[in-house]
């Protein structure tokens, strides 16, 4: 995580400078894009930013989710927008790993984004449906150890740091053990709320409400400290799966070439926000760590 994070900063001096555009911003709605369905973290946490940078500047910042190979499909459509402050991206880690995995991708995050802000950082968590007899992790590995070609488990999207994990864990392991790829954290959660995946690898915001509700059961943290929405669930560490810790990213991006003046008034607005939203894990991100 510290690599991404130093490519995150380095992006930060990536932002152009064109003072005249940023006089008088924003005058019109601005659409910010999310790469994956309604529910998941990244689209909830954008809500909330979208939210309060509407309250704060006066003009309406609006949600639009763009789905697709991991959240591809919507960056190469921001990376190609007028760079006028007017779109901006929400991102995940998948932004900065998945120029590694898929054999091409429409958008470079280096050169076709300038990088706002750091927003938050989730810890990822396993859960099964309740059916599963399993009840820790090395439960779940006995588990699937005996029955060779039976569980599968959810993850949303090639790429995404609850897939990594997956595949780490499935890899450490030498589990027959199928990764199933959705195109965000909400419908993978739903898959295992109904069986059809037992197993779902996502980040903690995304499935935390399923997890409180009993229609799925968390079994591990894959952070160094246990989360706070969930304090009776234990890390990795503490069931013998050292190594493992794993989280997801959740930042904002504009097209590069956006005013330096636009990028900062963003960063300044948005850290507030990020702030002021610090309820944000209580309401649904509890597990979030926030970043400001």
């Known amino acids: 995580m510290p690599v991404l994070l130093g490519i995150l900063a380095a992006m930060l001096l990536l932002t152009g400078a064109a003072p005249s555009m940023a006089q008088g911003y924003p005058n019109r709605p601005v659409r910010v894009v999310?790469?994956?369905?309604?529910?998941?973290?990244?689209?909830?946490i954008a809500r909330l930013v979208a939210q309060s940078l509407s309250d704060r500047l006066g003009r309406q910042f609006f949600v639009e989710n763009i789905g697709g190979a991991g959240g591809n499909t919507a960056a190469g459509q921001v990376a190609r927008v007028t760079p006028d402050g007017y779109t901006i991206m929400a991102i995940s880690t998948g932004f900065l790993v998945n120029p590694s995995l898929y054999a091409k991708v429409p958008y470079d995050p280096v050169k076709d984004f300038s990088a706002v802000t750091l927003v938050a950082v989730s810890p990822n968590v396993v859960v099964v449906n309740p059916q599963v007899p399993a009840r820790t992790l090395p439960e779940l590995v006995q588990l699937i150890r005996d029955n060779p070609g039976k569980y599968s488990y959810a993850g949303p999207g090639v790429g995404s740091t609850p897939h990594l994990g997956g595949e780490l864990f499935r890899l450490t392991y030498k589990l027959d053990l199928v990764h199933v790829p959705f195109t965000g954290a909400a419908p993978a959660v739903q898959s295992t709320v109904g069986g059809h995946t037992p197993i779902a690898f996502t980040a903690l915001p995304s499935s935390l409400s399923a997890i409180q509700s009993g229609q799925v059961r968390a079994i591990g943290i894959a952070a160094k400290e246990r989360a706070e929405g969930i304090p009776d669930v234990p890390t990795f560490a503490e069931q013998g799966v050292n190594d493992q810790d794993a989280d997801t990213l959740t930042g904002i991006v504009a097209p590069a070439g956006t005013p330096k003046e636009i990028?900062?008034?963003r960063d300044r607005q948005e850290r507030g926000a990020a702030r002021r939203e610090g309820a944000a894990c209580d309401a649904g991100l509890q597990a979030g760590r926030q970043y400001s």
């Not at 999310?34 to 909830?44: E, I, K, N, Q, S």
């Open 263 to 265: 990028v900062e008034l």
């Open 34 to 44: 999310v790469g994956f369905p309604p529910g998941g973290p990244t689209d909830v």
